[in-house]
């Protein structure tokens, strides 16, 4: 309680009202605050009652509202559990009673009434179990996963099909703690097929967009800091906001030690740093850091070379990769000159070890030319699949005398012969020539006085066995040869050649250049202009290999060789495509047009096959999955190898026969389990006791003693769909390819050789021959003829039909090369007509040759052909083939394949499958039963949290109840003094304004 004491002395009148005033205003202010608190109830009106309090007030707010909050979400996942949990109990009494009707029915003494009637039992329990799984509650789908909306379960030509996702979802149950409010249908019923394991690693290629998220196989890479030196300056890299590869390269390269360049690139899945200007590299972390560890280039000792190959980084797969980028990597040449602006690269364009080893030899025209040589501008390439010998030009004084000299092996070892010419002394027209192989020098010694000629040059260099000699007449002002010119003594120690790059081995490219002059965008133009270099690889400039872009490719390129590295993988077969057997149906799924991961996905996803296709958890490769219950699936081939390198056929060599028949496997007796019949009527007793995978399988058949040689049946994996296909090419012999099958073993039908409940099978089809149309462009119309081959079968498929120049008048003659599948036929363009063609063919007796009347019914042959050249392949030939049934299929594993492959069977009383459907209810009993406990446990967990957030909750609201509300007993003393103060004030007021003179007499 404050009283302002009435001022005496001089104070004036109108300073004591004011004085009273304030003093009446202090403490009615005070009584209505006191008032205000023990109305409301809250010590704490505003802010400024008790900032401190306040701001903790405020705080213990939130933390009660969001309590709040997660006892009401907490109350809704209660909900939605407890109705799933109840759902799930029907589930459970429902399939309880159809396995112990499986069981009953798999008796003897059940009669097919009786098995009937369990089939409609079971009928009307996948009804019920359906809508079961397409239950509502609150208007969101159960069994959905995270499609809420999407009716998960619907019935698609006798089959169960599930249309929603394997998501769950979230919801707070504390402030950072979620908690899943559903349960996935796969959990419960078994909705989806379950993904194959990962046989193939798609080996994505690293590329400078690639997410650094995406690395170390999806670990990413640690975000922070590292240095790079010289020795003598270093520089730190922070790539904390880098979000890709490219983002690193750029730091690093933009960062450079003081006065020196350094320069990052990708390379073979690595990342490659190099140092140049001298100095020695070293890339280290800073502090405990280790993001220069993860991205492999470490390097604290200082670089060989100053270059750093850091490890392979591994990227993951990911939607946006490119089909381009996976499945291996392409080969590189680098070509690297030294200085900026001159570095090559050529990339092949295609992936696979067969491109690595290719040479790139940049070759100076003027050691192989008597002459001046090219100049810089006319640069040329050549490519040659066979080894190519080294060459040297010498240019002697005189004219007449220049010669070339030629390695006699060909190939790159006598690349670098130094040649020399020297004097001999006065030996007369005679010369001398050797070899050193460790200078790799030869030697020639001439007569001091020019009496060696030319002749006697070119005998001595042949003499001497490493070279041949000859004439060079590239230079026209040297006159020609002249075997008697002289060799000029002056020209001893004058006169030098070398052999440069010239040779070269198997699957060289030459460019020929002016040496220190031709340019690297010269060189790369010299490159792309040859058709058989261009169809091999991409050539581009190297971009970094310069200090200013507009530079970029005129530096000139040294005379230096380089090989192609780093080629892995395999080409993907985007073409063929893939076949999916589900439902029923068969479904080709064509990839021609996609051009990411993520467009494959799509495909596959928006076919009518009934799969989902993802990319696999571990980013290596993609699963495909079938939606559909009750029925096989399986993924095959489309006549290509799709399917086998993205890692998703379900029949491979590797697959196992204990997989075969749903688990079953394949039985096999002691002994012969089939015979194989050929066409021409050798029998192979066939014992796959031994087998553990295809594989084996395969190769018992065709290593098979007696199936070698001519007329060998082929086994392996069926190029269409799925199955073992074997092939008997070898029509001639008349008969019929089959198999039969053993008395004691069932081998053959568990393998899907010979269809259940027959004792053989015969080939699928008969052989057919080849044959191809020929029509010539351009010619009359009576030329037209048609080929087929004289035997049938695959033998003489893809056969090319060539017309060449040769003989005069309407002559003709054909001979067919097997070796080269080339039907080779000479002819006179300007007068052989098609009936003499026709019956040169007939003479050679591969194929029979008749006019086609396909286009022109009346053609008769007369015509002249005047083509030469390709003109036809032979297409459609085809041996006898023996296809096996698919039987390693894949299904669902879950409650509604089990009941409709209980209903198949008792529809047709195979108690096999009976037993099977049986025992598969008695897992998805389980199931069931774990998410059961799954969903109690989660009902109990929510019960405890529940319990302690009321504790919580009582907690805040008496430690917010003694930050902000009122003691009564001390407010109400509080009211009381103030009361007396205020009367206390008004008394005073009242005996103030009293006063008079008379009161101080």
Do not use: C
Not at 951 to 961: D, M, P, Q, V, W
Request: net charge negative; aromatic share 4%; no cysteine.
């Amino acid at each position: 309680m404050t009283v302002i004491p009435v001022g005496v002395g001089r104070a004036t009148e109108l300073q004591v009202q004011r004085r009273l005033q304030n003093q009446l205003q202090l403490d009615q202010t005070g009584l209505l605050r006191t008032q205000e608190q023990l109305s409301t109830g809250r010590r704490v009106l505003l802010p400024s009652d008790d900032a401190r309090a306040a701001n903790r007030a405020v705080s213990l707010q939130r933390v009660l509202e969001q309590k709040i909050q997660v006892r009401s979400n907490i109350t809704t996942t209660e909900s939605y559990l407890s109705t799933t949990e109840s759902s799930i109990a029907t589930v459970s009494n429902l399939l309880a009673e159809i396995h112990g009707l499986a069981i009953s029915s798999v008796d003897a003494s059940t009669s097919d009434a009786q098995r009937q009637a369990a089939k409609e039992q079971t009928l009307q329990a996948i009804s019920e179990l359906t809508d079961i799984g397409n239950r509502k509650f609150r208007d969101r789908y159960l069994f959905a996963g995270s499609a809420t909306t999407q009716q998960p379960f619907s019935e698609i030509n006798g089959v169960t099909a599930f249309l929603g996702n394997e998501g769950l979802l979230k919801s707070f149950s504390d402030d950072d703690l979620l908690f899943d409010v559903n349960i996935s249908a796969q959990e419960v019923f078994g909705a989806l097929s379950e993904p194959d394991p990962i046989t193939v690693d798609l080996d994505p290629v690293l590329t400078s967009n690639t997410r650094l998220a995406d690395l170390r196989g999806g670990n990413g890479i640690t975000l922070g800091l590292f240095t790079v030196s010289d020795g003598e300056t270093t520089k730190t890299i922070d790539i904390r906001g880098a979000q890709r590869v490219n983002d690193v390269v750029r730091l690093i390269e933009s960062n450079p030690p003081d006065g020196k360049q350094v320069t990052a690139r990708l390379e073979d899945g690595h990342l490659v740093v190099e140092l140049e200007g001298g100095g020695s590299l070293t890339i280290r972390e800073v502090g405990n850091g280790i993001t220069a560890a993860e991205l492999g280039i470490v390097e604290k000792l200082g670089a060989v070379d100053n270059r750093v190959v850091g490890e392979d980084l591994d990227p993951r797969l990911n939607l946006t990769t490119s089909l381009k980028d996976v499945l291996g990597v392409r080969a590189k040449i680098v070509l690297q000159s030294e200085g900026y602006n001159n570095d090559l690269v050529l990339e092949a364009k295609q992936r696979g070890e067969e491109f690595n080893g290719y040479s790139l030899q940049i070759v100076d025209d003027e050691l192989l030319n008597a002459g001046a040589g090219l100049s810089a501008g006319s640069e040329y390439a050549t490519f040659s699949d066979t080894p190519v010998a080294a060459q040297a030009s010498l240019s002697f004084n005189g004219a007449g005398n220049d010669l070339i000299l030629t390695a006699t092996n060909a190939g790159s070892a006598y690349n670098g012969v130094a040649i020399n010419v020297s004097d001999a002394g006065l030996i007369g027209n005679t010369a001398l020539a050797s070899y050193d192989a460790a200078t790799k020098t030869l030697t020639l010694g001439i007569d001091s006085s020019g009496a060696t000629d030319a002749q006697a040059l070119i005998d001595a260099i042949d003499a001497q066995g490493l070279f041949t000699a000859a004439y060079d007449g590239a230079n026209p002002a040297d006159g020609g040869f002249n075997p008697a010119a002289s060799i000029p003594g002056t020209d001893a120690g004058v006169i030098r050649g070398d052999t440069g790059n010239s040779g070269g081995d198997a699957n060289t490219i030459f460019v020929h250049v002016k040496a220190g002059q031709s340019s690297a965008n010269q060189v790369r133009d010299a490159l792309q202009a040859n058709a058989e270099v261009a169809a091999l690889f991409d050539v581009r400039v190297e971009g970094k290999d310069t200090l200013t872009a507009p530079n970029l490719g005129r530096g000139p390129v040294a005379t230096i060789t380089a090989q192609s590295t780093g080629g892995a993988g395999v080409e993907f077969d985007q073409e063929s495509g893939l076949q999916i057997v589900n439902g029923g149906q068969q479904y080709t799924i064509d990839f021609s047009e996609a051009r990411t991961i993520e467009d494959l996905l799509n495909k596959l996803n928006g076919s009518d096959a009934g799969v989902l296709a993802q990319i696999d958890p571990s980013g290596r490769g993609i699963q495909i999955r079938t939606r559909l219950s009750g029925n096989d699936f399986s993924i095959g081939e489309n006549g290509g190898q799709t399917a086998s390198q993205l890692g998703v056929r379900t029949l491979t060599a590797e697959s196992a026969l204990h997989d075969f028949n749903y688990g079953r496997g394949v039985s096999r007796t002691d002994g012969v389990d089939f015979t194989i019949t050929r066409n021409d009527g050798v029998e192979l007793e066939i014992d796959i006791g031994a087998a553990a995978t295809v594989a084996d399988v395969l190769d018992v058949i065709n290593n098979h003693p007696d199936n070698q040689g001519p007329g060998a049946v082929l086994a392996r994996l069926s190029e269409y769909g799925n199955g073992i296909e074997l092939i008997d090419d070898n029509p001639a012999a008349g008969g019929v390819l089959t198999i039969t099958k053993s008395l004691q073993s069932e081998a053959a039908w568990d393998l899907g050789l010979i269809p259940p409940d027959q004792d053989s099978v015969t080939a699928d089809s008969t052989a057919v021959a080849a044959s191809a149309q020929l029509a010539f462009s351009g010619s009359p119309l009576n030329t037209g003829i048609a080929l087929t081959a004289n035997t049938a079968g695959g033998g003489l498929s893809d056969v090319t039909i060539e017309f060449l120049t040769g003989g005069a008048g309407d002559t003709a003659t054909a001979v067919y090369d097997e070796g080269t599948k080339r039907l080779q036929i000479t002819i006179d363009p300007a007068a052989t007509t098609a009936n003499t063609i026709i019956d040169a063919i007939n003479l050679e007796g591969s194929f029979l040759a008749q006019r086609d009347l396909s286009q022109n019914p009346g053609n008769n042959g007369t015509g002249v052909v005047g083509f030469t050249g390709d003109a036809g392949v032979t297409i459609g030939g085809s041996p006898d083939k023996l296809q096996s049934a698919d039987t390693n299929p894949r299904e669902v594993k879950g409650v509604f394949n089990s009941l409709r492959r209980l209903v198949a069977a008792l529809d047709s009383g195979d108690n096999r499958e009976i037993e099977r459907a049986a025992a598969a209810l008695e897992d998805d009993q389980t199931r069931v039963t774990f998410a059961r406990s799954d969903l109690g446990a989660r009902l109990n967990s929510l019960d405890s949290i529940k319990t302690r957030l009321d504790t919580e909750e009582i907690n805040l609201r008496e430690t917010l109840s003694i930050e902000i509300e009122v003691d009564f007993p001390t407010a109400v003393s509080e009211l009381t003094a103030q009361q007396a103060s205020y009367e206390a004030s008004l008394q005073l007021m009242g005996r103030t304004f009293q006063l008079s003179l008379l009161d101080y007499i």
